[in-house]
């Protein structure tokens, strides 16, 4: 075998690409691969079988406590002796320095640490957060919900848990999220505050949706954070908004939208001086209205440097704050930097409509098309994705101009959000190529054409395009063998083709209408001759 096999740099590469049976399998084999397969076994923790599982047998007495889950019992480990310091000599001298990442999840039936063992490993280890993980970098918090349903809302356990996350998370970690976890016990809050005023240096936050918009607010608002860079939370305080937009490394900020409503707030003193090193601002909220951009905006020096700008709206909202946000876009995102617009509206309401139920409607209102103009000027963008309801402004010569527009487009996603709007589309399968020939950068494309005009001599193109997945909606479709056709000639590095939805397969009472059975065809017959 070749020597420079033997360089630790090359087993570590070799080991960070094995699973973990077979990772095992190489640090019982050989003892040059002994110390990197251990890493990558060890490098990512899920639960507390790990340290279970080095801990002495005879340290324990196990006692049968019934889950909430019916059928199941989870096993509960008690001392029956006294804790010493070589029962934890196996775990601290071998394992524990090589975990960077806990996530730790729980279960009914499972076996876990008593609280009293939890006590004797903070004891012995002189009380030092992080000791049982001290190179730990990326932590999940533990969710009180998740214990609550394994261990039963009224178990003492449950409410006990959360204080000994300290025993992992140390100064050491630099990304922590919280992930559902929906607090009502006081001393979940106190943990949670505790950890975080341990950890100044903290890079990244994330807060699930479910957490609690005023409590992450209120811990958002209590620390400096001068070296977070990206931070993810719920509804945000006005407070809280202000806090943020003094920290000097954020570069990433998601949230939900706002807990108070704005009625002529001066927002003034920070135009200047907010969100200095932000480059990517994602919102995903429900307020109907867009508003939760406003507010950030606002905030936004006159010279930044944001690279991409996301905007979510969960449900419908009216045409003028649509236009609005577009507005806003232009108003406040620079042409010289921004590289990503990602706004869509309408998803979860659109989510649950059926197309036939769609069909059935006799009169429907629909919107206008909306105007793209105010995003003309951006034209170092490489992703564009604009799905609201009633889609967009979309002729020939629309389509022909984006690669003069937007020449850096990589992605281009212009599908409305309510697919079933019954609009006919204006541009056909000529105009798609086009455009692609246009735009050689293009590697998503979402789009509704009209395939109908296709002929069975279609000509094919001298040199195929590198369009890697396309997006089709609810394009107008008559026949499947030439739409079929047209991608296997025109688009042979194709690896994606996302057709409309064909509902719940298990539910043979919601029918399919004659577009869905037609695109349903071409996505089987394209998969078997991709396959």
Partial sequence: MDRCIWIPEILTLICNDLDPKTALSAALTSRAFLEPALDKLWHTIDSFQPLIACLPEDLWTTKIRPSPEEGKNNVILFLQRDFLPADLHRYLNYYAHRIQHFSPRVSPGMKMLSIEAFIALQTETSLQPGALSPRLKFCTWLSPHHVKSAFGYKSDFSKQLSPFMCLFVGESVVSLKFSDSRLDNPMDSVAIRATLKRLPHLKSLDFDRNFGSKFSSLLISSYSWDHLENLRAPDLSLASIAHIAKMPQLRRLEFTGVIEQIVGADFSTFNESGFLSLRELIMKCNMEDFTGFGHIQRWLPVAHHLQECSVHEFWPASPASVRKALDDIKLKCSAQTLKKIDLTEGTICM?????????????????????????????????????????????????????????????????????????????????????????????????????????????????????????????????????????????????????????????????????????????????????
């Fill in 351 to 531: 989510e649950h409509q059926a197309a036939q139920e769609e069909e059935d409607i006799l009169d429907k209102e629909y919107r206008e098309p909306l105007d793209l103009s105010p995003l003309h000027e951006f034209n170092q963008l490489e992703f564009l994705r604009v799905s609201v309801l009633g889609g967009v402004q979309l002729g020939p010569q629309a389509l022909s101009q984006i690669p003069s527009i937007w020449p850096k487009l990589s992605t281009l996603d212009l599908l409305p959000s309510d697919e079933h709007n019954g609009r006919v589309p204006s541009i056909d399968h000529s105009h798609i190529l086009q455009l692609l020939n246009s735009l050689p950068s293009l590697r998503v494309l979402r789009i509704t054409f009209d395939t109908t005009q296709l002929s069975p001599d279609q000509p094919i193109s001298s040199t195929p395009f590198n369009l890697r997945v396309l997006g089709v909606g609810y394009s107008p479709i008559i026949s499947p063998s030439r739409v079929l056709k047209f991608l296997q000639a025109h688009l042979p590095q194709l690896e994606s083709l996302q057709t409309p939805d064909f509902g719940d397969d298990d539910d043979p009472s919601i029918g399919l209408t004659m577009v869905q059975k037609r695109w349903k065809l071409v996505l089987e017959t394209w998969e078997e001759t991709e396959q």
